[in-house]
């Protein structure tokens, strides 16, 4: 039942000052209590505890007020992260939303907050190791991008989630999430497209491999960036558009008896882009590469040696370097892959996406490049139509 006091003061001036505490106490929930300059006011605060009460949507704000951004995101590291397969590109996001957001209760977090975050994380800047430009090295210092502003939002909506359902920490004003559609702030670029002509494929070879010498196999003893390992990656990612994380770790007990499939493996975890394996055939190629392979005298169990991501990474910087080639990353040779595997299925998306490994049709449109010469070339194999 809903009680309110009046309450008298006194100021050192002499002013009198008047104020209204309301008091909301029900049996099972805990007493709740607010000052107000006015009776109607506080009226009005007790009435609307008192209907949640009653209809079971009053919420405890007490632990919402307690717990600051930067606790949830700590919370979300140590109990989600872990099981991430992106879980290593977390914590700097969460380091960036501390800086700012971090001293702020959950109860009292708004999107206006986010709003303030968001364009105060446009004009950071950040340092991505060095570069070739003029002839020589420089650092290339860039704005942050808007896609890594919605980066870090999005896991500051998951760890507001989290703490929300497993914690039971009930935010009063909602979960605050800006909607980036109302405005083009974070408008995004459109997506890459980026494939190899038939030069730039020769010159990326020349720069993965530096000198061949008589081997058992084709690639037992090439000399690359600091690894024989890094061409054949390249050529079996062109050939398989597998992801770099699939052909790191691909194993020898995952090839078929005469290199005539391959099962791709993604990390076991709770959020996984596809599902965990997949079995493709590999085509004649693809099983030169495989029975060209050195077999290590330790015989390590991964195909490529173990290389670690980070290796394979900057061994490929430095072969773009040398093959002079601008704007092209490790991934964009998926999309080499699935374009050149469109035309050899013929446009099936379901056999492309058997091959992909992806789960959404729609998604494939950013890895394969329209083949407008085909379209023009059905289009007039077509002309005379239907009707006369």
């Not at 800047?125 to 999005?154: A, C, E, M, N, W």
């Not at 405005?183 to 890459?192: E, K, Q, T, V």
């Not at 370097?321 to 040779?333: K, M, Q, T, V």
Request: aromatic share 4%; hydrophobic share 35%.
């Amino acid at each position: 039942m809903a009680s309110i006091r009046k309450r008298e003061q006194v100021g050192k001036d002499g002013r009198r000052t008047v104020k209204y505490d309301a008091t909301v106490d029900r049996r099972g929930a805990p007493r709740q209590y607010k000052t107000f300059p006015t009776k109607s006011a506080a009226e009005k605060w007790a009435r609307k505890i008192e209907g949640e009460l009653d209809t079971g949507g009053w919420n405890d704000p007490t632990a919402a007020n307690q717990m600051t951004v930067a606790r949830a995101l700590d919370i979300y590291l140590a109990e989600v992260v872990p099981h991430l397969k992106s879980g290593a590109f977390e914590p700097p996001k969460a380091d960036s939303l501390k800086k700012r957001l971090g001293d702020i209760a959950l109860s009292s977090l708004t999107t206006i907050d986010l709003a303030r975050y968001r364009d105060a994380r446009l004009t950071d800047h950040v340092r991505r190791g060095s570069g070739i430009k003029g002839g020589g090295t420089v650092d290339l210092v860039r704005t942050v991008s808007p896609q890594t502003v919605k980066h870090d939002l999005g896991l500051l909506n998951r760890a507001l989630a989290h703490v929300e359902h497993e914690h039971g920490i009930a935010l009063p004003r909602g979960r605050p999430k800006l909607d980036h559609r109302r405005s083009n702030i974070l408008a995004l670029p459109p997506g890459r497209n980026r494939t190899l002509t038939a030069d730039e494929a020769s010159r990326l070879r020349q720069a993965c491999v530096i000198g061949e010498g008589a081997s058992d196999g084709a690639y037992a003893t090439l000399k690359a960036s600091r690894s024989p390992w890094l061409w054949p990656i390249v050529e079996f990612a062109m050939e398989t558009a597998a992801r770099r994380n699939e052909i790191l770790a691909l194993r020898w007990e995952d090839v078929g008896e005469n290199s005539d499939c391959v099962t791709l493996k993604n990390k076991k975890t709770q959020r996984s882009k596809a599902p965990e394996t997949r079995t493709i055939p590999a085509s004649p190629r693809v099983q030169e590469i495989l029975k060209g392979l050195p077999r290590p005298i330790g015989k390590s169990p991964h195909v490529f040696g173990g290389i670690t991501a980070n290796a394979l990474t900057q061994q490929f910087k430095r072969a773009l370097r040398r093959a002079e080639l601008e704007d092209f990353r490790f991934h964009d040779l998926r999309h080499v892959g699935a374009t050149r595997l469109a035309t050899i299925l013929d446009g099936d998306l379901l056999m492309l996406a058997d091959m992909t490994g992806h789960q959404d049709i729609r998604m494939l449109r950013r890895y394969v490049a329209p083949r407008r010469e085909e379209i023009a070339r059905r289009l007039k194999a077509a002309a005379k139509g239907l009707l006369p």
